[in-house]
């Protein structure tokens, strides 16, 4: 008897304590209890959210396992040991994925594009926003559906992309109406203002730019508003409303100060002291520049710092204070040196990828094709298998199908393995050439550039430093362009219009020379090879007329005619018989042989109607360079 009623109470205490074992609700505010925990003491953190997950596991409950290594992933994060973090952070999504777990999966991918994110890995940071977005909309969840989309056109702003991160930012701004959260849709107005600044497109700029202000004001976020207040100095100072630029960098500088935010505090500062220097009012912007210097220095912002110190460098220079000058020479170059060696491995990430992003696609219209021939393969069989108890004729069908497959199949390889040789090849050879040309030339050439500015603010009238100046900012400026044309996979005639507007107001309406542009033509994709030849002749003939015309009137017309682009640049001085080339001229010969090499009609004639000349260039749209 008393065995019995002992075997009755182990079992009821073995009852009970499976029960609370398995006390679902007890795991879940464990879980909500040890969050905050993650952030104070991390390691205390982890050692309970591993008994939380072995709890949950016996139990056979996955939420509460999942949300336990998403906790362990936090703890991680905190402590800086970054694939610790990543790797409990996909277990967790495993176990979502293998319990069709929506939530759990959706809250992994985003976590995980935070950390990539942060490691400067852009391409796996989209990826995961891009898998976590999904998974929010299949659960309606439009509130962080537009938190991820936000995050996406930062991503893609950061690679400098602003109309991909347009896109995206157009997406969030919808997911948060559909949400009906009207405070979240600030910050996204914010980088919208942002981006269309990026893009030179102010007033669009200026428009989001007051939406964000006008919320900000509203719901009373000092740090939201301090920045987008921030930005718009900026654009009134590109408008040269100076006065009001000021007043509200002074609020801007007035709400980081009160908020203790030392980085926004620091920006206002430097972007602040700008206006003074367009305004050419050295005293307070070198009030401000030493403001800001002592910030800068505490918060080891090499690029801030390089910049300080050039600017306090040429303040000092112009007032002959050379001590002065040479310590902040030296600071600059100190600073300037850490800073690029920085952003060399920070724009090499950003190419990668680009690059990989560009190089996915690619790949998956590749698999696509492959996938086409596969479909091909089962459809042939199919057809093998239905033609196989026919007669002779049935029999002679499906050897002439079968041949017709091997040679499709054979072609469908070749073609596919030579595509896959040749973009590997275009991808790698461009990589290399535009490494080389950012990291060795440009970054030399920036450095010649600014040394020369300096020899030019202490020994203006030396001609020859002037004119060395001069030259070295064209070779940069060309630079630029290469790099541009290597970047550019696809190009259109807006994008070609556009570089040729920056040229003509930086040569021609920046000296006092009008500039009328007549268009007449349709948005088309050009060659990118051919693109770079047409602006070097355009360069050419701007410089040509800038040097040698002496007019003050410039027409310039680019037009469609039939397959034809057409070209013509007519200017009103002094003209000259084209006829006649002087010795050791070489630019009208360099034309030539950039308009030969595109297979170009290239013509230069006096004017029937005046003095001057014009210069004529029809070339397809269609052509490209073998």
């Not at 694939?83 to 277990?91: D, Q």
């Not at 500062?269 to 030493?290: G, H, M, P, S």
């Not at 007669?391 to 091997?406: A, R, W």
């Not at 400026?477 to 790099?483: A, E, K, M, N, P």
Request: glycine fraction near 4%.
């Amino acid at each position: 008897m008393r065995r019995l009623l002992l075997f009755a109470f182990l079992l009821n205490l073995s009852f009970l304590r499976a029960h609370s074992q398995c006390d679902t609700n007890k795991i879940n505010e464990r879980n909500g209890a040890v969050l905050d925990l993650c952030y104070e003491n991390p390691k205390a953190a982890i050692k309970e959210c591993r008994e939380i997950a072995l709890q949950s596991n016996k139990c056979d409950f996955f939420p509460g396992e999942i949300r336990a290594y998403i906790r362990i992933g936090i703890a991680y994060d905190v402590l800086s040991q970054i694939e610790l973090s990543i790797a409990n952070y996909k277990k967790a999504l495993t176990i979502s994925k293998k319990n069709h777990y929506f939530k759990g999966i959706a809250s992994c991918e985003n976590n995980l594009g935070l950390i990539y994110w942060r490691k400067n890995d852009l391409k796996h940071a989209i990826e995961s926003f891009s898998k976590a977005k999904l998974y929010f909309e299949k659960m309606d969840d439009y509130l962080n559906v537009g938190a991820t989309q936000n995050n996406l056109g930062l991503l893609y702003e950061e690679l400098d992309m602003e109309n991909a991160a347009l896109f995206w930012y157009r997406k969030s701004v919808s997911s948060y109406q559909r949400a009906k959260d009207k405070d979240q849709i600030l910050d996204v107005y914010s980088n919208m203002g942002t981006a269309f600044n990026s893009l030179e497109i102010k007033d669009s700029s200026l428009y989001y730019s007051e939406l964000a202000i006008t919320g900000y004001r509203r719901t009373s976020n000092k740090y939201g508003l301090a920045i987008v207040l921030c930005n718009k100095a900026m654009i009134l100072d590109d408008y040269k409303k100076y006065a009001e630029a000021v007043e509200i960098y002074r609020e801007s500088a007035a709400l980081a100060k009160e908020i203790e935010n030392d980085y926004l505090y620091l920006s206002t500062l430097i972007n602040w002291a700008r206006v003074y220097k367009d305004q050419k009012n050295q005293k307070q912007e070198e009030k401000l520049l030493l403001e800001a210097l002592p910030i800068a220095k505490k918060l080891q912002a090499d690029e801030q710092l390089y910049k300080i110190s050039k600017a306090l460098g040429l303040i000092y220079l112009h007032r002959n204070e050379n001590q002065k000058a040479g310590y902040f020479w030296g600071e600059y170059e100190l600073y300037h040196l850490r800073y690029y060696k920085a952003l060399r491995d920070q724009t090499i990430a950003r190419t990668n990828a680009i690059y990989d992003i560009k190089s996915e696609k690619q790949q998956s219209e590749l698999y696509r094709k492959k996938k086409d021939a596969e479909l091909l393969e089962q459809r042939l069989n199919r057809k093998v298998e239905n033609t196989y108890w026919i007669v002779l004729v049935g029999i002679l069908i499906l050897t002439v199908i079968t041949l017709i497959f091997y040679f499709i199949r054979r072609s469908l390889k070749k073609e596919l393995i030579s595509q896959q040789q040749v973009f590997q090849a275009t991808i790698e050879e461009r990589k290399r050439i535009s490494y080389d040309l950012h990291d060795l030339v440009g970054s030399q050439l920036s450095f010649v550039v600014n040394n020369l500015e300096l020899l030019s603010f202490s020994d203006k009238e030396n001609e020859r430093v002037n004119r060395t100046f001069l030259m070295s900012q064209e070779a940069m400026s060309s630079l630029r362009d290469t790099v541009w044309a290597l970047h550019s996979e696809n190009m259109s005639s807006k994008v070609l219009l556009d570089r040729m507007k920056n040229v003509a107001k930086k040569w021609l309406e920046d000296n006092s020379i009008k500039v009328k542009f007549n268009v007449q033509m349709e948005d088309c994709e050009l060659d990118p090879a051919v693109s770079l030849h047409v602006m070097r002749i355009f360069q050419e003939g701007i410089s040509n007329i800038y040097k040698h015309a002496k007019t003050k009137k410039v027409e310039i017309s680019l037009k469609e005619e039939g397959e034809y682009l057409v070209l013509l640049l007519e200017d009103y001085g002094m003209g000259f018989d084209p006829a006649v080339k002087p010795e050791f001229h070489y630019g009208l010969k360099s034309i030539e042989q950039r308009a030969e090499k595109i297979g170009a009609i290239y013509s230069m004639n006096k004017s029937s109607n005046h003095s001057g000349m014009i210069l004529s260039l029809k070339w397809k749209k269609n052509s490209t360079i073998a």
